[in-house]
């Protein structure tokens, strides 16, 4: 017991002279391809920021820890991050219901924490509408997302008839069902059939498709993440459902073609980045020569990317290694000008104003650019 | 009409592959009285050599299937001889060997979280899927049809095997009572060594299904649980209850699933499990556990 | 509350629960699985009556153990018929059950998402003295002759049955106590974690308890407690490299079993040690 207090005290007493930013990542468990990557496109942003001289005039150290796709496992990193490692700032986690979980415990602590992909609003305002200080997000947010969905599926598709299948043990999903659901019923459309399933648990959703055939939807709309839809959409096509048009959220990752292969074309994805985009090729390239691997989950390495540039500016612009004052930049950020978009942040609800929506079909073994759209809301 | 006939048909292809688990489970039920939790790892043992083997030697399932059927049975028989044996020979206290076999399937799925990583592997599609439309009525996949045949090959063999061969015999009287099967003169750990090997086999059948459809991951043998479940409700340590009641556990996910709630189907699952218990521990076909005074 | 304070509240809640299922397992003879569920229902019956109803978080753990006590009892009636390895497999059934059941009540739980927003009462001293009062009435309750009709149940069943002990009675009331003590663990935990999740409550967690005390030893409330300090600490000082350490906690379980059955302590005591017999 000693030992380990000895140890403790002497990580924490080391080093004060780098910038210290804790990363909540998914390193292990079902969210392992999204977590795996968002920490290396962030290392690599370290490194390039190092290169040109760091942060006020020190180095930036990104300190990893892995929440093994488990919220109660995130909450305590994030407590060891701020206790021990002393972190100024912390960025992720890819998911809302871990921001969700973790929001209490960095509020209290004073602790900016950077949503990459969580987009379910109370990341950053609490059942009361009330903004959280101290948890912000580089992401649009899901009402913003659900009104998307709901514009593809009835105005740009046409689509009068929706089935929705959800995961019921995550934010992310409920709030997408939820809001998509209420914009589709705006745009004249009705949800005809809504299933839910079991996430990380669940592999088998052979009886829900059934139904949902047999409900005469002519659209499929899945707000999950990406294991999940891929299994999904491979078992619709094996029961021979070929004519439904199935549409999801930003859940969409490259590796879902690994899983369901060809049962992938024709499918439609609302996204925040295309991964033809002219502005993110010298990261995608930057990212092919460090790590010899194709950025397969590019949304995670773009935001997560973009997230650490965005926290070194802001600790820039706070001028000194202090939480608050970081805290400050960070929601003044006007008109900043990142690889993938322009950030503009609003200080009533911390979410990022005005950003478009991309449209990805998926065509000949990729996701390729279809549209930006920015309804109207 | 449809409907029914496609959840009965997704209930019963559901239950055939859990029918390979349960039964190599209880085989080893039948013979040391334990329940091996450990299973899920051959499964997991199977689907991965499977899988390596495909991606490094071309696409022929026979030559994969065959190395991953080895291989797990092999992996089985070596657990065996790492965790069990040491503990049965020295006492007769089954809460060991459970807890021991926990412990292995902890080891055994977290050797392929650090070695395989936690990606999901898609096995190269060399198992046909299509849609196939049966009788106007309604539609499965290829693959459905394929598992059922499959896993009907499988447990015919074990059935002949175990009434028609000599160590057929020999587990047949182990399963009776190991302690006077060993003195009739039957060579104790070469049987319980065999049975292992079978049970691996088995599963890596199972596992070999179960990645293909469902794709490989290191966690993939937590369906087991569901095997086992089946396994009891049928009756531990007894083999056609173990399919019998894999098909029942098949069909009534599917049909919660479909007609009730997606989210109920494990629900169900579980209270079959403890309404068993409580009505008739022993299952459908178990034999009782006597009490020795 | 500091890091260190945290591993230390963390220590105490473990070992609170894990004496309840020491109770039930080492001395009583029934290995189970499924204890993880009274953890559940503690942690949700605490979680919501502070928040939702403003309960005295003191009140609030009170109930949450009481629920699990009653549950356990209820539950207990009924299943302690089962002998041997069925006990433990319904146990399974049971907390896998449990967990379902708090999934899908998502106007009561919110469901799988979680119960955020809970406040955290449990401070140190709060759950060093809850530790130090239920430790203390364990060693006193498996003093007494309670504890030694539930020796009796362990060692020989069926002699004990013949020797007058009314042992269906004695196996549910241990089961009912063992049921308190995870149930206040639980909503002590709740309170300091801010936020549950029914997966969090699985049966990885209740193999974890179970294994805690058969690592100490079945039938040594000491060897049981140090137990849990031991895997509590190394699951801590390993949280950067989890997959390891699920790896060595693993090999570590088998490695115990194969050499040392018995665990750390056997059924000796650390204050009986001096004694030469």
Redesign the interface.
């Known amino acids: 017991m000693v030992m380990a207090v000895l140890v403790f005290g002497a990580s924490a007493a080391m080093a004060q002279d780098t910038i210290k930013i804790g990363y909540l990542a998914a390193l292990t468990g079902d969210w392992a391809a999204y977590g795996q990557t968002e920490l290396k496109s962030a290392q690599l942003a370290a490194e390039e920021i190092n290169t040109r001289g760091g942060v006020l005039g020190k180095k930036l150290e990104i300190v990893p820890y892995d929440f093994r796709t488990r919220a109660e496992d995130a909450v305590n990193a994030v407590r060891r991050m701020i206790e021990q490692d002393k972190v100024l700032a912390i960025i992720g986690a890819n998911g809302s219901g871990i921001n969700i979980a973790t929001a209490p415990v960095v509020n209290r602590a004073g602790v900016s924490q950077i949503g990459t992909v969580s987009t379910n609003p109370l990341v950053t305002v609490d059942n009361n509408g009330k903004v959280r200080p101290y948890s912000f997000r580089i992401c649009f947010t899901d009402p913003y997302q659900g009104t998307v969905l709901a514009y593809l599926a009835a105005k740009e598709m046409g689509k009068k008839k929706a089935a929705i299948l959800y995961d019921v043990g995550n934010e992310y999903s409920q709030g997408l069902r939820e809001f998509f659901m209420k914009y589709f019923k705006e745009y004249g459309g009705q949800t005809v059939s809504d299933q839910g399933f079991r996430g990380g648990v669940d592999v088998d959703f052979r009886a829900q498709l059934t139904e949902i055939r047999n409900s005469g939807a002519d659209v499929l709309v899945l707000p999950n993440m990406g294991k999940e839809m891929a299994l999904i959409i491979k078992q619709a096509r094996e029961l021979g459902m070929k004519d439904l048009l199935i549409i999801g959220g930003d859940g969409y990752a490259e590796f879902m073609w690994d899983i369901a292969g060809e049962a992938m074309e024709g499918t439609y994805w609302v996204n925040h980045v295309a991964p033809e985009d002219p502005a993110m090729q010298p990261f995608f390239a930057a990212y092919k020569k460090k790590y010899n691997d194709e950025c397969k989950e590019f949304v995670n390495g773009v935001l997560a990317y973009d997230s650490v540039y965005w926290l070194a500016d802001a600790i820039g612009r706070a001028g000194k290694a202090d939480r608050k004052a970081i805290r400050d930049a960070l929601e003044s950020t006007t008109n900043l000008h990142l690889h993938h978009a322009v950030l503009t942040v609003d200080p009533t609800d911390h979410n990022p104003k005005d950003k478009d929506a991309v449209i990805l079909e998926c065509k000949d073994g990729k996701a390729r650019f279809f549209k930006k759209i920015r309804p109207q809301q | 009409m449809g409907t029914l006939a496609q959840q009965l048909i997704n209930g019963i292809s559901l239950g055939s592959v859990y029918a390979l688990i349960a039964v190599g489970y209880s085989l080893v039920y039948s013979i040391l009285l334990f329940s091996n939790f450990a299973h899920g790892g051959f499964l997991v043992i199977g689907g991965y050599i499977c899988y390596y083997t495909l991606t490094a030697l071309g696409n022929n399932i026979w030559v994969a299937g065959g190395l991953s059927l080895l291989g797990a049975g092999i992996a089985a028989v070596l657990t065996e001889r790492i965790a069990y044996k040491p503990i049965r020979e020295r006492t007769n206290i089954t809460l060991y060997l459970l807890i021991a076999s926990l412990g292995m399937s902890i080891v055994i799925e977290n050797i392929f979280v650090i070695v395989a990583g936690g990606r999901f592997r898609a096995l190269p599609p060399v198992i046909p899927t299509n849609p196939v439309h049966l009788f106007g009525l309604t539609t499965t996949s290829a693959f459905d049809l394929l598992s059922l045949v499959v896993a009907f090959v499988f447990l015919t063999a074990l059935q002949l095997f175990i009434v028609k061969s000599k160590w057929g015999l020999a587990i047949r009287a182990a399963a009776f009572d190991l302690k006077t099967a060993g003195l009739m003169g039957i060579n104790v750990n070469m049987l319980i060594s065999i049975v292992f090997f079978v049970a691996g086999v088995l599963a890596a059948v199972g596992g070999i299904f179960l990645s293909v459809r469902y794709t490989l991951y290191p966690q993939l043998g937590g369906i087991t649980i569901k095997a086992f479940v089946a396994a009891v409700v049928g009756g531990l340590g007894s083999l056609p209850g173990a399919v019998v009641g894999s098909l029942i556990l098949g069909l009534a996910e599917m049909l919660t699933a479909g007609f009730i709630s997606s989210q109920l189907r494990d629900l169900v699952v579980f209270s079959l499990l403890v309404i068993t218990l409580l009505v008739k521990p022993t299952g459908l076909f178990g034999k009782k556990p006597t009490e020795k005074v | 509350m ?3 304070g ?1 591993i230390i509240i963390l220590l105490c809640i473990n070992a609170i629960a894990v004496m309840g299922v020491s109770l039930l397992t080492g001395f009583t003879g029934i ?1 189970t699985l499924g204890h993880a569920a009274y953890m559940a229902l503690g942690a949700y019956t605490a979680g919501i009556l502070t928040v939702e109803h403003g309960v005295h978080w003191f009140l609030a753990i009170m109930a949450g153990g009481l629920l699990a006590m009653i549950v356990a009892y209820l539950i207990g009636i ?2 302690l018929k ?5 006990y ?3 146990s ?3 907390v ?2 449990i967990r ?2 708090l ?2 009540w ?1 106007s009561v739980t919110r ?4 119960y ?2 809970i406040e955290g009462f449990t401070t140190l001293p709060v759950a060093v003295a809850f530790f130090f009062v239920l430790a203390i009435i364990m060693v006193n309750l498996i003093n007494s002759r309670y504890g030694r009709a539930f020796k009796a149940c362990r060692d020989d069943y ?1 002699a004990a049955s013949l020797l007058g002990y009314n042992t269906a009675r004695y196996r549910v009331l241990s089961l009912a106590v063992s049921g308190f003590y995870c149930g206040v663990a639980g909503a002590l935990l709740a309170g300091f ?3 549950i ?1 029914p ?2 409550f699985d ?1 990885m967690k209740s ?1 974890e308890l ?2 805690m005390v ?1 690592f100490g030893g079945l039938g040594s409330l000491s060897g049981t407690l140090l137990a849990s300090v031991i895997i509590t ?1 190394v699951t801590e ?1 390993f ?2 490299i ?3 350490r ?2 060595i ?7 115990i ?2 050499l040392r ?1 018995e665990g750390i302590m056997g059924s000796k005591e650390l204050w009986n040690l001096r004694r030469k017999r």
């Open positions: 500091g890091y260190i945290g290995f009924p299943t089962l002998m041997g390895d069925y433990a497999i319904a399974i059934g049971l896998e059950s379902l059941i999934e899908n998502q469901g799988a998402r979680g955020p927003g069926l974690m801010s936020f999740q997966v969090m049966m193999t179970t294994s058969v600490l000082l949280r950067p989890s997959q390891y699920m790896l906690y693993g090999g570590v379980l088998v490695a079993m194969v059955p």
